[in-house]
């Protein structure tokens, strides 16, 4: 393995011969892993199996007899044998990766040719768990025969579903092209099954058209029919053409496990060292950022250096290769260019002294490996959360505990911006004249839901930035976050806060003979049925929002403290906030609730929280005529519902407080979606109006917010980390 910088993804790189005829012993290995490479890949059977299932089916179908007793009798192929296979269990058998034969059809559309297939993957699939292989790939399914497409999918699911039975371990890795072309269909590897396929059984016809989406129908029928299953992958083929954006990101939501690049997919570059074009590298870094980084498996580009004379060392493929070999490549050349840089390759290697690179690929490879961004702070925090299912928090029945608070105070934007806004609003009440409510002419401040304390904080630093002298309180109904509350007063903020432990619904507002200190529920009580006269709320502040602004009863909980506002001059900060839907493709979320579900029913309407990574958006713009096939699009996000909060919402008192009609709220979306595809699930996100002009969302720069028909659309602005 390629040791990787700080913060940079690793990349595990593996070589793969299409011919490989020697097997892969322990001294192959450690060659490879001088070179450089991480893995190699490995045949479960031997050309002599070949041959006999070639005779087997061959004698089977010339046979008068079976053809007529076809429907009851179907030739079984025998069980390996010693000269079958080059795979036996040992200690390298962690470092292969298993390839079963390709010339098998498993959506052939004669019954004899797909039940042989079927044997075949069989046999090759259990005995390669047996010996430990951890990662098996099969070839992806032919989808044109003749006039029909597609037809053949069905029965390699099932085929897929079944060797999926042998081994409660071992992953299967479904070898798929990028996207559909015909001429891919016509590519039969030496020795195919698929021309066995008889007349009666192929319908004549012309050969579709490419399609972007087409291997991904195929792959969705594969692991629909699988029920997701956690050890189905992708191994995706890198094309030398790229397809559209669309498919790219189709893709990335996709389970990779494996990328392999032939040699057709590089190109040469001025000096004639194979390199891929900067659509390619983007692509790669992309898949990389995965939680689960891809293999990057290199076919057929030579092989492996140095096994015909093991004692000549070689340069390993470390990346460090001249730059101008490493330059990009940005567009094919036309065949008069080509000529040219083979005439300047040939003159190159002439008046070159050193020696020429065994190993070109890979060593490209490692370049772009250690060019790679490094990860952003927020990947390298949310590493390990990225599409994790997380159950909605429950702050309103449950004390919360220290760690899940400090998790919340990591988001420094999103302080900053609440301190900007309550500077701002009280800047504004100054200049306005605006009267306060506490008798000692003091503006009061409440935070409500205060946890551990840093919007107190950050409210005593606006009051000292904007020079106005505030009666601040804090209110916290966690009697352990409110032990923390209560050492902070003493040590960082002077006793200036009025701290009060109790739910804020119950709460009955600031009292003008409450001490600057601390008051339990029960003290307040006591001291209340002496005390009855209480004053308004200038500022309401609170951080009750959830990933979908209202998901953690932030309305409901306002709802009780609202009332105690300012009647004319109060201000809640947040004053508003409006909840973002927009469908996703999300499989391995949907694979994980579905897991869930026999458990849990509730599980698929259950709102999760997700650091959503690996998923596709479905509704997105379509790009310009004049822009390039892998432009990005941007994703559209339409507006669900919003919440205000003031003394001008406040909440009919009369109904009480058991009366919740006034919050529901419901919609009905309309999404364009230019292309195919399954919706998983909802992605949701909130833009919250804390103050006048200062707002916070939780949306990314590319999405495209909806609010509603009668506004112009408008891009969404990163100013909080979530």
């Known amino acids: 393995m390629e040791s990787a910088g700080e913060g940079l993804p690793v990349q595990y790189v593996g070589q793969h011969e299409s011919r490989r005829q020697l097997p892969i012993t322990p001294q192959i290995l450690h060659q490879a892993h001088d070179c450089n490479y991480d893995m190699l890949t490995t045949p479960i059977t031997t050309p002599l199996f070949h041959s006999r299932v070639l005779a087997l089916l061959s004698n089977h179908l010339s046979d008068p007899k079976s053809a007529r007793n076809e429907e009851r009798v179907t030739p079984t192929v025998p069980s390996l044998s010693p000269v079958d296979t080059p795979l036996t269990p040992g200690e390298i058998i962690s470092q292969l990766v298993g390839y079963v034969s390709p010339w098998i059809d498993l959506s052939s559309p004669d019954p004899v040719v797909y039940d042989i297939s079927r044997q075949v993957l069989d046999l090759e699939v259990s005995y390669a768990a047996f010996c430990g292989l951890g990662n098996v790939v099969i070839p992806g399914p032919k989808l044109q025969y003749g006039n029909s497409y597609g037809e053949g999918i069905a029965q390699y699911a099932f085929a897929v579903q079944e060797a999926l039975a042998l081994s409660n371990y071992t992953q299967i890795l479904v070898q798929l092209p990028m996207m559909y072309h015909p001429d891919q269909d016509g590519k039969d590897v030496a020795g195919s099954l698929s021309p066995f396929a008889r007349p009666e059984y192929v319908e004549e016809g012309s050969k579709s058209k490419h399609d972007f989406l087409g291997t991904w129908d195929a792959w969705h029928v594969i692991r629909t029919v699988c029920k997701y299953n956690s050890r189905l992958f992708v191994a995706l083929s890198i094309p030398r053409h790229l397809p559209a954006i669309h498919a790219q990101s189709r893709w990335h939501s996709e389970p990779l496990r494996l990328l392999s690049l032939t040699a057709q997919t590089f190109l040469p570059n001025a000096q004639g060292s194979p390199v891929l074009t900067k659509d390619h590298q983007a692509l790669i870094h992309r898949y990389m950022r995965l939680r689960t980084p891809p ?428």
């Open 295 to 722: 293999w990057i498996v290199l076919c057929d580009v030579g092989p492996i250096p140095g096994l015909d004379n093991p004692d000549v060392k070689l340069p390993p493929a470390d990346g460090s290769t001249d730059e101008r070999a490493a330059s990009d490549a940005t567009t094919l050349p036309t065949p008069a260019e080509a000529a040219q840089l083979q005439n300047q390759e040939e003159q190159h290697q002439r008046s070159s002294k050193t020696i020429k690179d065994p190993t070109p690929q890979l060593s490209y490879i490692r370049k772009l490996q250690r060019k790679q961004p490094p990860r952003t702070i927020l990947e390298q925090f949310g590493a390990g959360y990225q599409d994790y299912l997380q159950g909605p928090l429950q702050p309103l029945a449950d004390n919360l505990e220290s760690v899940t608070y400090e998790v919340f105070e990591k988001d420094p934007i999103k302080y900053d911006l609440y301190e900007q806004a309550i500077r701002k609003a009280l800047i504004d009440w100054a200049h306005q004249g605006k009267s306060v409510s506490s008798p000692a002419g003091k503006l009061v401040v409440a935070v409500v839901g205060a946890g551990r304390g840093p919007l107190v904080t950050r409210a005593l630093r606006a009051s000292e930035d904007a020079g106005m002298k505030i009666e601040l309180w804090a209110v916290e109904k966690n009697p352990n976050a409110f032990v923390l509350l209560q050492r902070h007063n003493e040590l960082s903020w002077q006793n200036q806060v009025h701290l009060v432990q109790s739910d804020m619904r119950s709460w009955k507002g600031p009292s003008s003979t409450s001490p600057p200190t601390h008051l339990h529920q029960e003290q307040q009580k006591r001291h209340q049925s002496s005390q009855t006269t209480h004053h308004a709320i200038d500022i309401l502040i609170s951080e009750l929002l959830g990933s979908f602004a209202d998901n953690e009863l932030s309305p409901e909980c306002l709802d009780g403290i609202t009332p105690l506002l300012n009647p004319v001059h109060g201000i809640s900060i947040p004053a508003s906030y409006t909840s973002y839907l927009t469908p996703i493709a999300a499989p391995k979320l949907h694979a994980d609730i579905l897991a869930r579900t026999p458990s849990d029913a509730a599980a698929p309407n259950t709102p999760y929280v997700v650091m959503l990574h690996a998923i596709d958006y479905l509704s997105t713009t379509l790009p310009s005529l004049s822009s390039p096939p892998s432009a990005p699009t941007r994703p559209i996000v339409l507006a669900a519902w919003s919440f205000s909060h003031g003394p001008r919402s406040q909440n009919n008192q009369g109904e009480g407080n058991t009366n919740n009609r006034h919050n529901t709220r419901s919609t009905r979306l309309t999404f364009p979606t230019p292309h195919r595809g399954a919706c998983h699930g909802l992605a949701g996100y909130f833009e919250a109006v804390l103050y006048d002009d200062v707002e916070l969302n939780t949306t990314l720069p590319p999405l495209l917010l909806l609010p509603d028909r009668n506004h112009a659309p408008r891009h969404g602005r990163e100013k909080s980390l979530v």
